[in-house]
């Protein structure tokens, strides 16, 4: 993006004509805050404009048509929308109603300001990359799925770790012998990676990040992997362990799975009215927080 980007003048883009409202159904002013802003978007848009819960088993059909999907929850429910809004090309722009809201770009007593403006075109569009995970078992690929956080390949209840034999593009780089393997993208670095001590990367790079959970005399380096590059992961354990994608997604793993993961051909289109500068104040804003806040609404 050039540096005239910086410029909120020269934020030019499509005002939206259809628009989703969706809401967090256990947040409890979600709801509330959505239908205002359903009730505000109508008088300038007509019958263009609805309103859904998240959780809504139809929630991913019902976006495939909008020009904009408004999220009013909390960074769990921008990651939910951000996958199913991208094999859509479908732009998003959250609205805060959890307690982190690190993802999100509106607080909410500011909506109707921020609305009007992106109803204007002055906005631009943040692109996040995603992760294409794949889960296999002998010769067969058992689930496809994408995150935008983070894959995370760990041990289940048993205190025991698990043995991660890593390769990259088809080099075998090592054998982590740990409580598991985080595989994250830009935006997952400040999430489980970072509790985890990894480093904070920028949320425009395309570059996958590997670091170890509890590593047991193994690679205890946090290691960023350049642009395109594949992981695959074998497991060997002889007790139980998971496959997790961004907090929701979870299956169970059997002794010599293997895990590729890759940048997916979908992006993430996060719509922003802050200058392009925000991310590193947003991030010192949000770590001055509570660490300890709930970040899963």
Not at 179 to 184: E, K, Q, R, S, V
Request: hydrophobic share 45%; proline share 5%.
């Amino acid at each position: 993006m050039s540096d005239s980007s910086s410029n909120p003048a020269h934020w030019r883009n499509p005002p939206p004509k259809r628009v989703i409202v969706f809401y967090h159904p256990k947040v409890e002013e979600s709801e509330a805050l959505a239908g205002a802003m359903v009730d505000y978007l109508s008088h300038r848009l007509g019958e263009a404009v609805s309103g859904a819960s998240l959780q809504d088993s139809e929630a991913r059909a019902r976006i495939a048509g909008q020009d904009l999907i408004v999220v009013v929850g909390g960074d769990g429910s921008m990651l939910r929308s951000g996958r199913l809004a991208a094999s859509h090309g479908v732009s998003v722009l959250g609205v805060n109603a959890g307690r982190l809201g690190f993802l999100a770009e509106v607080q909410p007593e500011e909506w109707p300001q921020v609305l009007d403006r992106v109803l204007a075109g002055d906005y631009w569009i943040e692109e996040r990359m995603m992760l294409g995970v794949e889960l296999w078992r002998d010769s067969q690929c058992l689930e496809a799925f994408e995150a935008l956080n983070e894959a995370v390949i760990s041990r289940g209840a048993v205190a025991r770790p698990v043995r991660l034999k890593t390769m990259i593009d088809g080099g075998e780089l090592t054998t982590y012998v740990a409580d598991g393997l985080i595989i994250a993208t830009p935006t997952g670095s400040t999430a489980y990676a970072l509790a985890a001590g990894g480093p904070i990367l920028p949320p425009e790079l395309k570059n996958i990040l590997l670091i170890a959970i509890a590593p047991h005399l193994s690679l205890d380096r946090a290691i960023v992997l350049a642009q395109g590059a594949t992981v695959e992961v074998v497991v060997r354990m002889e007790h139980q362990a998971v496959l997790t994608a961004d907090g929701h997604v979870e299956m169970a793993l059997h002794d010599g799975d293997r895990v590729c993961v890759r940048m997916s051909e979908h992006l993430t289109r996060f719509v922003r009215v802050q200058p392009t500068t925000y991310f590193y104040k947003s991030l010192m804003a949000r770590m001055a927080q509570n660490p300890s806040a709930d970040k899963s609404k």
